[in-house]
């Protein structure tokens, strides 16, 4: 079992930044791949960007460049940092561990992130 915990979000200016955590429980986190994903009102669910254990990055066309994902498995924490930041990337950021190979598929509570003068 793995428990996810997000935080980092907040009300920022357009063209600002925020980092996002993801921390979670579990000695073998390090396994894991990590995804951020967010949900906007009234939209569905969409992948940010994912990190695999062994650290390939993968990354939503809307946000390249202006995103980048990163884990410290020392710390068994995911981050998601966000730079340039627009209105549209107002939504509500989750964090998902999925264990390769396995049904193991877990998700954090979201934070919110909201983008606006």
């Known amino acids: 079992q793995v428990q996810l915990v997000e935080s980092g979000g907040g009300l920022v200016q357009p063209g600002g930044s925020l980092r996002l955590s993801c921390a979670a429980s579990?000695?073998?986190?390090?396994?894991?791949?990590v995804g951020w994903y967010r949900q906007a009102p009234g939209k569905q669910r969409e992948l940010v960007a994912t990190?695999?254990?062994?650290?390939?990055?993968n990354y939503a066309d809307s946000v390249k460049g202006r995103f980048t994902i990163s884990r410290d498995n020392a710390k068994n924490t995911v981050y998601l940092q966000m730079n340039s930041l627009k209105p549209e990337d107002t939504a509500v950021y989750y964090c998902?561990?999925?264990?390769?190979?396995?049904?193991?598929?877990?998700w954090g509570q979201g934070t919110q992130v909201t983008v606006s003068s």
């Open positions: 990190i695999s254990s062994g650290g390939s990055t």
């Open positions: 579990g000695s073998i986190f390090n396994i894991y791949v």
């Open positions: 998902n561990a999925e264990r390769p190979y396995s049904k193991e598929n877990y």
